[in-house]
T-cell receptor, first 111, second 114 residues
Framework: LAKTTQPISMDSYEGQEVNITCSHN???????ITWYQQFPSQGPRFIIQ?????VTNEVASLFIPADRKSSTLSLPRVSLSDTAVYYC????????????WGLGTSLAVNP | NAGVTQTPKFRILKIGQSMTLQCAQD?????MYWYRQDPGMGLKLIYY???????DKGEVPNGYNVSRSTTEDFPLRLELAAPSQTSVYFC?????????????FGAGSRLTVL
């Protein structure tokens, strides 16, 4: 199982770009990298998923280097509403029941 | 679409009581999951199902049971509630294939056992 390591907490200010890096040194060939966002008292919400290189959607970008041993979630111009916990998960789509949810990164966006 | 609907949102149980947490999804997803999340922690998988009639244990199944008689519904049964089962419970679903890691979660059910 691919274990992930990410910072426990980060602080930022409104309007800044935030980059959260996740380490997954033992990622397997079939594993995808998926990021979720969770607000207090809510279920996690899918943000973005990638396999290699760069993926961008309307809310974030995901950068994955060639060796795939890490990934970086980039949130452009954060606002107060981006204050949340962000989880990085790595897993094989065929065995996603084995996804391991760590503590995530608690992002605090300050005015 | 409603997505994943969980009921009830809140419940207080006495030790030894039993109850069922309901979960329904309208996205025709094959995979469904039950997680629990304790304060300040990540999610732990209780049970999952890959389709109607098929269920299997996750990381923390003791004290719980599930059934999956239809694609849409995946109820979680708590038998003989204990204080250690005080937690927030999340139901989720996903489709097969490359999208299987993209889980859609319900709003959660907060359970307190006193």
């Amino acid at each position: 199982l691919a274990k992930t390591t990410q910072p426990i907490s980060m602080d930022s200010y409104e309007g800044q770009e935030v980059n959260i890096t996740c380490s997954h040194n033992n990622i397997a060939t079939n594993d995808y990298i998926t990021w979720y966002q969770q607000f207090p008292s809510q279920g996690p919400r899918f943000i973005i998923q990638g396999y290699k290189t760069k993926v961008t959607n309307e809310v974030a970008s995901l950068f994955i280097p060639a060796d795939r041993k890490s990934s970086t979630l980039s949130l452009p111009r954060v606002s107060l509403s981006d204050t949340a916990v962000y989880y990085c998960l790595v897993g094989d789509a065929g065995n996603n029941r084995k996804l391991i949810w760590g503590l995530g990164t608690s992002l605090a966006v300050n005015p | 679409n409603a997505g994943v609907t969980q009921t009830p949102k809140f419940r207080i149980l006495k030790i030894g009581q039993s109850m069922t947490l309901q979960c329904a999804q309208d996205m025709n997803h094959n995979y469904m999951y039950w997680y629990r999340q304790d304060p300040g922690m990540g999610l732990k998988l209780i049970y999952y199902s890959v389709g109607a009639g098929i269920t299997d244990k996750g990381e923390v199944p003791n004290g719980y049971n599930v059934s999956r008689s239809t694609t849409e519904d995946f109820p979680l049964r708590l038998e003989l509630a204990a204080p250690s089962q005080t937690s927030v419970y999340f139901c989720a679903s996903s489709r097969v294939g490359a999208g299987a890691n993209v889980l859609t979660f319900g709003a959660g059910s907060r359970l307190t056992v006193l």
